[in-house]
């Protein structure tokens, strides 16, 4: 079956944050949106259907995890990335960031250092301030890779470190070497690892996801992984993800943690959905990577042809296009009025990813939109270039 990435659907007035809150934040809602990190594509239609299943029972009650959800998790893990799990091992929670910061209430206590190598999803950093931890960073080198000598020395005496595994932004896919790293100097340092893998299932070919619990007992061991299909089967607003612990000890204490409030009971529509993603998904997904590479490949030869001075990293994983904007001369603000009230585009600020200054300059676009939409974006962006 092939499915539909081209027709535009018209996203206003669904309570979308990336569609109906863009005069909360510019003021101005006569902006393409191009910014939160959801697709304008259809969510997968085994997905939806799950959905409509579960409403033709009439009755909405309290529901449990059904054996068919763990085992669509299990049987994705092993044939995606070879991964071996079982129930224990799998923790619901109502989304990754949700989980991170239940994590970081479990492991650590206030004041204490946690690492995160910025530029970096903004929300890594707002976890760590609002709970009142201590950040501490190990910015990405220049072409985004991990300065593992700055590693060594930073993550000494942290409690935690935030690996997103992809990058986001710059869908950086790291090495399974640069994983092996941080998992051999996190056990000697007694850090505990928490990765974010929100973006694996969007790696695109040919490159491959590593999870980090794959790089060997010491990373396996000594490690939170959070995973969801909510980005690739554009399914986000359903909120469920999940918690993936091997060594029983910390699973234990994540649960107990989970358990004092109840945030692990999820709602629903959260089992039937991440059940359907996971066993009907492949197909879909490919597609949806094809059109999303075709997508990358466009942006990054209209930029060379019409805007030379933004350069666009290749991701390696992802639907998000970290751009260099440097090159145009423009201070932050410039380079925001320049996307804002000139070409009329709403993108996330490169300078919200960065702890020090590591994302100014940089723009990051979200090309999870049918082609046409993209072509209109980047020719009022190159129309705007030129007549400033
Ligand atoms: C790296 C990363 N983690 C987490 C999230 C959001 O996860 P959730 O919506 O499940 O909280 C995003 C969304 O863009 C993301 O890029």
């Known amino acids: 079956m092939n499915y539909d990435f081209d027709t535009v659907i018209d996203r206003h007035g669904t309570s979308s944050v990336k569609y109906d809150c863009l005069n909360d934040i510019w003021g101005k809602d006569d902006l393409m949106p191009l910014w939160v990190a959801d697709m304008d594509f259809p969510t997968a239609p085994f997905v939806r259907e799950a959905i409509s299943q579960r409403l033709r029972h009439p009755i909405l009650g309290y529901t449990t995890k059904p054996d068919g959800y763990y085992q ?6 092993r044939s995606r990335y070879a991964l071996e799990a079982d129930r224990s091992n799998i923790h619901y ?5 949700p989980g991170l910061g239940l994590a970081i209430n479990c492991f650590t206590q206030p004041g204490d250092r946690i690492l995160v190598q910025p530029p970096i999803y903004h929300p890594f950093m707002w976890l760590i301030g609002r709970n009142h931890r201590t950040m501490v ?4 080198t220049p ?8 590693f060594r020395q930073k993550v000494r005496g942290c409690k935690v470190f935030m690996l997103c595994n992809p990058h986001n932004p710059g869908g950086v896919v790291w090495t399974r070497e640069e994983l092996y790293t941080v998992a051999r100097v996190c056990h000697e ?3 505990l690892v928490l990765s974010d893998e929100i973006h694996a299932d969007l790696t695109l070919p040919p490159h491959h996801h590593v999870p980090f619990a794959c790089v060997g007992p010491l990373a396996r061991e000594n490690s939170v992984t959070f995973m969801s299909p909510s980005k690739a089967f554009n399914m986000p607003g359903i909120a469920a993800s999940h918690a993936l612990i091997f060594n029983p000890r910390l699973g234990e204490r994540f649960r107990n943690h989970v358990d004092t409030c109840e945030y692990g009971n999820g709602h629903v529509f959260s089992f039937v959905t991440v059940e359907a993603a996971y ?7 490919d597609q949806c990577l094809a059109y999303i590479s075709g997508n990358i490949d466009f942006v990054i030869d209209y930029l060379a042809r019409h805007c030379p001075a933004i350069k666009a990293r290749r991701p390696e994983a992802s639907f998000l296009v970290w751009l ?10 410039a380079l925001n009025s320049l996307f804002v009230d000139k070409a009329h585009l709403a993108l996330n600020d490169g300078s919200m990813f960065g702890a020090d200054g590591e994302g100014d300059g940089f723009m990051r676009l979200n090309v999870a939109c049918p082609r046409a939409v993209l072509r209109q974006a980047l020719t009022q ?3 705007a270039i030129n007549q400033s």
């Not at 669509?72 to 893990?77: E, G, N």
Request: aromatic share 4%; proline share 2%; with cysteine.
């Open 72 to 77: 669509a998790i299990i049987s994705w893990l």
């Open 93 to 97: 929670t109502s989304g990754i960031v």
């Open 137 to 140: 960073t190990n910015p990405l």
């Open 143 to 150: 072409d985004m890779r991990m300065d593992l000598d700055g």
């Open 189 to 191: 340092e007694g850090v």
């Open 279 to 285: 066993t009907h998904g492949t197909d879909w997904l």
């Open 324 to 333: 260099d904007c440097r090159g145009l001369g423009l201070s932050q603000k």
């Open 381 to 383: 962006l190159s129309v």
